[in-house]
């Protein structure tokens, strides 16, 4: 990413062969023998490779026929939800519409940030790609960050993208209802759009927590579909730990409960993401759950950055 094949980052050109797999390595960090008997300058960590690491994940991800799919499915369960009023259960129609909507996010973002994040690191992983890559005076820090953040973009527009759509709809929906039944809003709008707006962000926060957990998984796993099963299986631990953990609490079963508390405290608790329990949306409820998501997708690529270090690629 700092040049051409060979380049060190302060412009003086070498061989970079064995040693430089020895160099990245240990991160990237250490000096290393070129061909020429030159000894390689420490390459400082540079957020400009990794912005560069990010726009080609980018690209790669945008090109991937998954993403596309899973919006074009999603964004079309939005629309057509209309069509499935009459399984509203008797909740009122905007209300099944909000949740079929905040349902399609959840479930097909889930799917996204969990087999995008495999797909795209393992395929530098079976194409040699990465191997490549890694000789040049690139962190493995780098190379992880950026894949990141590539995935992370992507997963924000795919949260914002969907939620403009079901805005659209509620929207539509909400004027039709107006015209039909005038004495019902007498009060005011039935939709809280600034809602849609929290509901979007915690969603992407979610989604990013569970991309991160996912890469760590990868970092140390020998096969796609075994990061992809285990993401999976974290995303229904971090859904289900905190009602596990309310009810050994509330039963007093001692045995489990400790069990419990460590689940609880290694793995983030997605019920905390609704929009329910998150409050009336103030700012400090949501900068207290941005540092929560934050502080574990932290944790989470540092893990991941740790074994990536000290894996032979």
Same mark, same amino acid.
């Given at each position: ?13 070498? %061989? ?24 390689? =300058? ?16 980018? #690209?790669?991800?945008?090109?991937? =026929? ?18 499935? #009023? ?12 909000? /949740? ?7 479930? &097909? ?12 690191? &393992? +395929?530098?992983?079976?194409?040699? @790609? %990465? ?25 924000? @527009? ?73 993401? *999976? ?20 079963? +001692? ?5 419990? =508390? ?6 983030? /608790? *997605?019920?905390? *993401? ?7 949306? +103030? ?26 270090? #000290?894996?032979?690629?």
């Amino acid at each position: 990413m700092a040049g051409r094949p060979g380049e060190i980052a302060d412009g003086t050109i070498g %061989a970079v062969h064995s040693a430089g797999s020895d160099f990245y390595r240990t991160g990237g960090a250490e000096s290393a023998e070129g061909n020429g008997g030159k000894r390689l =300058k420490k390459v400082p960590f540079s957020m400009e490779r990794t912005g560069l690491i990010a726009a080609v994940t980018l #690209r790669e991800a945008l090109r991937q =026929k998954l993403v596309g799919l899973l919006v074009l499915v999603a964004a079309g369960l939005v629309v057509g939800v209309r069509g499935l #009023r009459d399984f509203n259960f008797g909740a009122p129609e905007l209300k099944f519409i909000a /949740d079929f909507g905040d349902g399609a996010i959840a479930g &097909f973002g889930a799917v996204l940030a969990i087999v995008l994040t495999a797909q795209l690191f &393992f +395929s530098e992983i079976e194409n040699r @790609t %990465a191997l490549t890559l890694l000789a040049k005076p690139v962190w493995r820090t780098e190379f992880l960050l950026g894949k990141f953040i590539g995935v992370a973009v992507v997963l924000v @527009t795919f949260c914002a993208t969907l939620t403009a759509t079901l805005a659209v709809v509620l929207w539509q929906r909400e004027a039709g209802l107006r015209l039909e039944q005038p004495e019902a809003f007498a009060l005011g709008g039935a939709v809280n759009y600034g809602a849609l707006v929290v509901a979007a962000w915690l969603h992407a926060l979610k989604l990013m927590l569970l991309a991160a957990g996912t890469l760590l998984v990868a970092s140390f796993a020998q096969t796609q579909i075994y990061a992809v099963m285990m993401g *999976f299986a974290g995303f229904v631990i971090c859904h289900l730990q905190g009602f596990a953990h309310g009810a050994y609490e509330r039963s007093g079963a +001692s045995v489990m409960l400790m069990p419990a =508390k460590l689940i609880h405290w290694v793995f983030p /608790d *997605f019920q905390r *993401f609704a929009v329910e329990a998150a409050g009336d949306g +103030s700012a400090l409820g949501l900068g207290r759950l941005t540092i929560y998501a934050a502080g574990y997708t932290a944790v989470a690529l540092g893990l991941a950055v740790y074994v990536f270090r #000290r894996r032979e690629v």
